[in-house]
């Protein structure tokens, strides 16, 4: 374990002693007696796996090798990368030293991306605490960081909008809307920056909206709505007709008006509303906003920001008693207990006083980038664009710029499918911060939308024609302004299985999954020419047992390979720094490729740290050159025809065809011959010389689940071998397991 005598002994051995032919024994001799007698290491470093014809079912492997038959190429210190997240309250000091670091290098993972949380968490990031407010006397509006460069950025913190309005969203069960949380102080408002003022539109071209979830059917009648300004003289009341959830199956419906649901001429205040004569049974309602007063509100008349948009303080609904009054079906209360609602926006203003340190720390920029853990490699950083303000944004690239930090990419904002966000209002907002930063970074490459993990095309309720892809009317607004070309990556997360639901036939799915969710984004309008870009990704958005038994491992390899050659840009592994077990399905574990304690201190090595080495540093060739992709086929099939053996192919810029072959097979191991198509009427050929071999599976690692005390064990490291006469050998994959095949192949153009 880390923190005993012999733990560097421990971790120099398992990060940097991959092993090769005729030095294991050598190696194996220099070990330290405790880490042999406790892993059984000695037999798995001698047991080197067979390359000779055995009793074990044959197969054959085909690389597709034939000129111009490549499927896509890329550069491993771009396309192969990694993440770093919000941390708890004093957690960047303890992971922000050079040996953690180092540790987390180890793992091979290039470029790193910068996750932002805070807009997860419906706050405000003052990502530089230097900086001014829109109204400096009272320390409250809409606060933009100090672009000069005034002192070391260690720390950077979050401020809850105390103007929310979604109870929870997919990001978030914390927290609460200000709609429904029975203070007559409080309020709701909606994003100044999507109004008439900024957009050169009519406000009806982004309507704002509030739903209010009852939970269930209940009878509904009148609605009462307790404005402040700016208020809504133009909205509509409306109920859902479908029997399926209005913001989780937002195509299972409409949305249809009360009777007497229409206003076109509110009067602020508090409006009571006589939806209908009798009662209609209803789940959602949602109140949609077209036209504002355009009053100041309780902020002043300083800033116009402050009369732009809608703000209600709280809604009661329900039925009349006999005497006429309202019985309110709605439950008031500041927490999670209240009845839900949603909004289609938030306005960003906040005060000093809403800083919440304690809700996590987002890695100061300057320590980000000085401190190592971006690899000497242009990175990946956010900006706050959801729940920010275009001068904060802008002042945040510029900063960058003026520290010489490399970013090679900019995302804007953070998962706005998950906050519920509408296309066209993301879409204007990206345009609105689009024009500041490039006013003062005309380089600067932006991208989003940075959509949560999902399968399958992101579906919103319908607009005037009919269309429900989120992603395509995205792509049409800007479009349709002539500035698709502001749009230089699309980015997403991938999470790939529902964490109850992951079993081993998961692993057959990975490859299917990930290419189909390509091929959605592209069916959607996404141009040729505008790269994809997966910013973050594991097993699945909640802990399993997965996570880090050999399944994890052998995942990640699926995942990498079917990716890179179904043509994508980047992948970036979550995440970098190391994490506690947690509990979840199945058992404990992490998405860490490491298993550490409650200080982050490293206790072993999981399998996707293993796994990431066999990717990063066998696979492939780390370095700035040019990886091209093929395609490969087996023969060996179970029963059903699925194949049991995934083969990712590389050419490498020394010349050697790289085979990344995942036997998924939990029992068998297979004895496989190798040949490339160069193409028709040509003969196949085999690998010309010797065959670099390596090797990771159940032989090398067992995972064994013991709650907060789970570990693997054994826990060795791959086992690499070299096969002199790769044109004539057979090639062992040993059950459940990772295996490079990498060497020379004469007679490939």
Same mark, same amino acid.
């Given at each position: 374990?880390?923190?005993?005598?012999?733990?560097?002994?421990?971790?120099?051995?398992?990060?940097?002693? +991959?092993?090769?032919?005729?030095?294991?024994?050598?190696?194996?001799?220099?070990?330290?007696?405790?880490?042999?007698?406790?892993?059984?290491?000695?037999?798995?470093?001698?047991?080197?796996?067979?390359?000779?014809?055995?009793?074990?079912?044959?197969?054959?492997?085909?690389?597709?090798?034939?000129?111009?038959?490549?499927?896509?190429?890329?550069?491993?210190?771009?396309?192969?990368?990694?993440?770093?997240?919000?941390?708890?309250?004093?957690?960047?000091?303890?992971?922000?030293?050079?040996?953690?670091?180092?540790?987390?290098?180890?793992?091979? #993972?290039?470029?790193?991306?910068?996750?932002?949380?805070?807009?997860?968490?419906?706050?405000? #990031?003052?990502?530089?605490?230097?900086?001014?407010?829109?109204?400096?006397?009272?320390?409250?509006?809409?606060?933009?960081?100090?672009?000069?460069?005034?002192?070391?950025?260690?720390?950077?913190?979050?401020?809850?909008?105390?103007?929310?309005?979604?109870?929870?969203?997919?990001?978030?069960?914390?927290?609460?809307?200000?709609?429904?949380?029975?203070?007559?102080?409080?309020? #709701?408002?909606?994003?100044?920056?999507?109004?008439?003022?900024?957009?050169?539109?009519?406000?009806?071209?982004?309507? =704002?909206?509030?739903?209010?979830? +009852?939970?269930?059917?209940?009878?509904?009648?009148?609605?009462?709505?307790?404005?402040?300004?700016?208020?809504?003289?133009?909205?509509?009341?409306?109920?859902?007709?479908?029997?399926?959830?209005?913001?989780?199956?937002?195509?299972?419906?409409?949305? %249809?008006?009360?009777?007497?649901?229409?206003?076109?001429?509110?009067?602020?205040?508090?409006?009571?509303?006589?939806?209908?004569?009798?009662?209609?049974?209803?789940?959602?309602?949602?109140?949609?906003?077209?036209?504002?007063?355009?009053?100041?509100?309780?902020? !002043?008349?300083?800033?116009?920001?402050?009369?732009?948009?809608?703000?209600?303080?709280?809604?009661?609904?329900?039925?009349?008693?006999?005497?006429?009054?309202?019985?309110?079906?709605?439950?008031?209360?500041?927490?999670?207990? =209240?009845?839900?609602?949603?909004?289609?926006?938030?306005?960003?203003?906040?005060?000093?006083?809403?800083?919440?340190?304690?809700?996590?720390?987002?890695?100061? +920029?300057?320590?980000?980038?000085?401190?190592?853990?971006?690899?000497?490699?242009?990175?990946?950083?956010?900006?706050?664009?959801?729940?920010?303000?275009?001068?904060?944004?802008?002042?945040?690239?510029?900063?960058?710029?003026?520290?010489?930090?490399?970013?090679?990419?900019?995302?804007?904002?953070?998962?706005?499918? !998950? =906050?519920?966000?509408?296309?066209?209002?993301?879409?204007?907002?990206?345009?609105?911060?689009?024009?500041?930063?490039?006013?003062?970074?005309?380089?600067?490459?932006?991208?989003?939308?940075?959509?949560?993990?999902?399968?399958?095309?992101?579906?919103?309720?319908?607009?005037?024609?009919?269309?429900?892809? #989120?992603?395509?009317?995205?792509?049409?607004?800007?479009?349709?302004?002539?500035?698709?070309?502001?749009?230089?990556?699309?980015?997403?997360?991938?999470?790939?299985?529902?964490?109850?639901?992951?079993?081993?036939?998961?692993?057959?799915?990975?490859?299917?999954?990930?290419?189909?969710?390509?091929?959605?984004?592209?069916?959607?309008?996404?141009?040729?020419?505008?790269?994809?870009?997966?910013?973050?990704?594991?097993?699945?958005?909640?802990?399993?047992?997965?996570?880090?038994?050999?399944?994890?491992?052998?995942?990640?390899?699926?995942?990498?390979?079917?990716?890179?050659?179904?043509?994508?840009?980047?992948?970036?592994?979550?995440?970098?720094?190391?994490?506690?077990?947690?509990?979840?399905?199945?058992?404990?574990?992490?998405?860490?490729?490491?298993?550490?304690?409650?200080?982050?201190?490293?206790? =072993?090595?999981?399998?996707?740290?293993?796994?990431?080495?066999?990717?990063?540093?066998?696979?492939?060739?780390?370095?700035?050159?040019?990886?091209?992709?093929?395609?490969?086929?087996?023969?060996?099939?179970?029963?059903?025809?699925?194949?049991?053996?995934?083969?990712?192919?590389?050419?490498?810029?020394?010349?050697?065809?790289?085979?990344?072959?995942?036997?998924?097979?939990?029992?068998?191991?297979?004895?496989?011959?190798?040949?490339?198509?160069?193409?028709?009427?040509?003969?196949?050929?085999?690998?010309?010389?010797?065959?670099?071999?390596?090797?990771?599976?159940?032989?090398?690692?067992?995972?064994?689940?013991?709650?907060?005390?789970?570990?693997?064990?054994?826990?060795?490291?791959?086992?690499?071998? %070299?096969?002199?006469?790769?044109?004539?050998?057979?090639?062992?994959?040993?059950?459940?397991?990772?295996?490079?095949?990498?060497?020379?192949?004469?007679?490939?153009?």
């Amino acid at each position: 374990m880390i923190g005993d005598d012999n733990s560097h002994s421990k971790m120099d051995f398992s990060r940097r002693k +991959f092993l090769t032919g005729a030095a294991t024994a050598a190696a194996y001799a220099a070990l330290p007696r405790w880490l042999i007698g406790r892993s059984g290491l000695r037999e798995k470093m001698l047991a080197l796996p067979s390359t000779s014809r055995t009793s074990v079912p044959q197969g054959s492997i085909i690389v597709n090798a034939a000129a111009g038959h490549l499927t896509n190429s890329f550069r491993p210190d771009q396309a192969l990368g990694t993440s770093i997240d919000i941390q708890r309250f004093g957690a960047v000091d303890e992971l922000y030293t050079l040996s953690v670091i180092e540790e987390c290098l180890s793992a091979g #993972w290039g470029p790193v991306t910068y996750r932002q949380n805070t807009e997860l968490k419906i706050a405000a #990031w003052h990502w530089n605490p230097t900086g001014k407010w829109s109204d400096e006397a009272n320390k409250s509006g809409y606060f933009t960081g100090s672009s000069e460069l005034t002192g070391f950025i260690r720390h950077s913190y979050g401020y809850p909008l105390p103007h929310r309005g979604h109870t929870r969203n997919l990001g978030t069960l914390s927290g609460y809307s200000r709609i429904t949380d029975g203070n007559p102080d409080t309020f #709701w408002k909606s994003n100044p920056y999507l109004t008439r003022h900024f957009t050169g539109e009519d406000d009806s071209h982004h309507p =704002q909206w509030v739903v209010v979830d +009852f939970g269930a059917e209940q009878a509904l009648q009148v609605i009462e709505i307790d404005w402040t300004d700016p208020y809504a003289i133009e909205f509509e009341i409306q109920y859902w007709t479908g029997k399926g959830d209005a913001m989780g199956a937002p195509t299972s419906g409409v949305w %249809t008006a009360f009777p007497n649901g229409i206003v076109y001429h509110g009067k602020g205040g508090n409006e009571t509303i006589n939806l209908c004569d009798s009662p209609i049974m209803v789940r959602f309602v949602r109140i949609l906003m077209t036209g504002s007063s355009n009053t100041y509100g309780t902020h !002043g008349t300083g800033d116009i920001r402050s009369s732009l948009g809608y703000a209600i303080k709280e809604i009661h609904a329900g039925t009349l008693s006999g005497d006429g009054k309202l019985v309110d079906i709605i439950q008031h209360s500041p927490d999670q207990n =209240q009845t839900t609602t949603y909004c289609s926006s938030i306005d960003p203003w906040h005060s000093a006083a809403d800083l919440d340190e304690h809700a996590g720390d987002q890695t100061g +920029f300057d320590l980000f980038f000085t401190s190592g853990v971006t690899n000497k490699l242009p990175a990946i950083i956010p900006i706050a664009m959801i729940y920010g303000s275009h001068e904060d944004a802008a002042a945040e690239i510029a900063y960058l710029r003026q520290r010489g930090y490399p970013v090679s990419h900019v995302e804007m904002g953070e998962e706005p499918d !998950g =906050q519920y966000f509408m296309p066209e209002d993301y879409a204007e907002l990206y345009l609105q911060f689009a024009t500041a930063i490039h006013k003062l970074v005309p380089d600067a490459k932006l991208g989003g939308p940075v959509f949560t993990g999902v399968n399958e095309d992101i579906k919103v309720w319908p607009d005037e024609k009919g269309r429900t892809s #989120w992603l395509g009317r995205f792509l049409d607004y800007l479009k349709s302004r002539d500035r698709i070309s502001e749009l230089a990556f699309m980015s997403f997360e991938h999470y790939p299985f529902a964490p109850c639901d992951v079993t081993w036939s998961s692993l057959y799915q990975e490859p299917q999954l990930v290419s189909h969710i390509m091929q959605v984004w592209k069916d959607d309008g996404l141009p040729d020419n505008v790269p994809m870009l997966i910013t973050e990704s594991n097993l699945s958005w909640s802990l399993d047992q997965s996570f880090v038994n050999i399944f994890g491992g052998l995942w990640l390899a699926e995942y990498a390979g079917s990716f890179l050659t179904a043509g994508g840009s980047a992948i970036y592994y979550f995440q970098f720094f190391p994490m506690p077990l947690s509990p979840g399905c199945h058992g404990w574990g992490t998405f860490s490729p490491f298993n550490a304690d409650k200080k982050h201190i490293i206790k =072993q090595y999981t399998s996707q740290y293993h796994a990431s080495r066999v990717i990063n540093l066998e696979w492939v060739m780390p370095g700035h050159e040019v990886h091209e992709t093929y395609h490969a086929r087996s023969n060996v099939k179970d029963a059903a025809g699925q194949e049991l053996l995934a083969v990712y192919v590389v050419k490498r810029p020394d010349d050697q065809w790289s085979l990344m072959i995942v036997n998924r097979d939990q029992e068998n191991s297979y004895a496989v011959d190798v040949t490339f198509d160069v193409g028709e009427g040509k003969k196949e050929v085999h690998f010309s010389g010797p065959v670099t071999m390596v090797t990771f599976g159940s032989e090398q690692y067992v995972w064994h689940s013991g709650g907060p005390n789970s570990e693997a064990n054994p826990d060795s490291p791959p086992v690499t071998s %070299t096969v002199e006469d790769g044109e004539e050998a057979s090639f062992t994959l040993p059950k459940a397991s990772i295996t490079i095949l990498r060497g020379k192949v004469e007679g490939v153009a």
